[in-house]
């Protein structure tokens, strides 16, 4: 047990709705990061948080955005979805998430997301 | 540009026999990090290691091993005696502005 909870662990929902994803990181931990998993694009950083503020982007779609809140938990929210949206969900914490990515990341056990 | 590349697809062995997972990385940055992660069935990503790029000192834990060569820019993962447990997808990864993960080598260890 990493220690980095997110919920739900499973999401069934249909195209064009929206979806909120939560993440708690490790206890001390201020670094959030988002990743999504797919078959045919493996793992994709998505956007990284730290202490509230947003730190780094990568491949985040414009559907989708994300926060992270004074008690340090994080949301991804999924618009407008599409069936290509389907994909495992990962969270992971770091303790301070470096721009040079130095710190190890500890990561949640995903929500599987389907789109219908 | 940073990349990481793992080759190997898949890679089945039998039971208690020796494997290597191979992870070549690119990257202009003097310091950086490399990291595997294990993915079982089930799953979740789990820590392995972490090097950087000032240490190319080799690692054991238990039957885990890493060698670490900035001449040839690889970061390679030895299982010996390997295990059913074993059986995962594994990862290698590069830090730079944002981690950069290798496609990843599914290793089937059959008893």
């Known amino acids: 047990d990493s220690g980095v909870t997110q919920t739900p662990k499973h999401l069934i929902t249909a195209t064009g709705q929206r979806v909120t994803l939560r993440c708690s990181p490790r206890?001390?931990?201020?670094?959030v990061y988002w990743y999504q998993q797919s078959l045919d694009q493996g793992l994709q950083f998505l956007i990284q948080?730290?202490?509230?503020?947003?730190?780094a982007k990568g491949n985040i779609l414009e559907r989708f955005s994300a926060q992270q809140f004074p008690d340090l938990h994080s949301e991804l929210n999924l618009s407008s979805l599409e069936l290509g949206d389907s994909a495992l969900y990962f969270c992971?914490?770091?303790?301070?998430?470096?721009?040079?990515?130095?710190?190890?990341?500890?990561f949640g056990p995903g929500t599987r997301l389907t789109v219908l | 540009a940073q990349k990481v590349t793992q080759a190997q697809t898949e890679i089945s062995v039998v039971e208690k026999e020796d494997v290597t997972l191979d992870c070549v990385y690119e990257?202009?940055?003097?310091?950086?990090?490399l990291f595997w992660y294990k993915q079982p069935p089930s799953g979740e990503l789990v820590f392995l290691i972490r090097?950087?790029?000032?240490?190319?000192q080799n690692e054991i834990s238990g039957r885990y091993s890493w060698n670490f060569q900035k001449s040839t820019s690889s970061f390679n993962f030895t299982i010996t005696a390997s295990q059913v447990v074993d059986s995962a997808v594994y990862f290698c990864?590069?830090?730079?502005?944002?981690?950069?993960f290798g496609t990843g080598t599914s290793l089937t260890v059959i008893p």
């Open positions: 090097r950087n790029s000032f240490d190319e």
């Open positions: 992971a914490s770091s303790v301070i998430g470096g721009a040079e990515g130095a710190d190890t990341q500890y």
């Open positions: 990257t202009r940055d003097t310091t950086y990090y």
């Open positions: 206890s001390g931990d201020l670094s």
């Open positions: 990864a590069l830090t730079g502005n944002q981690f950069y």
């Open positions: 948080y730290y202490n509230g503020e947003e730190r």
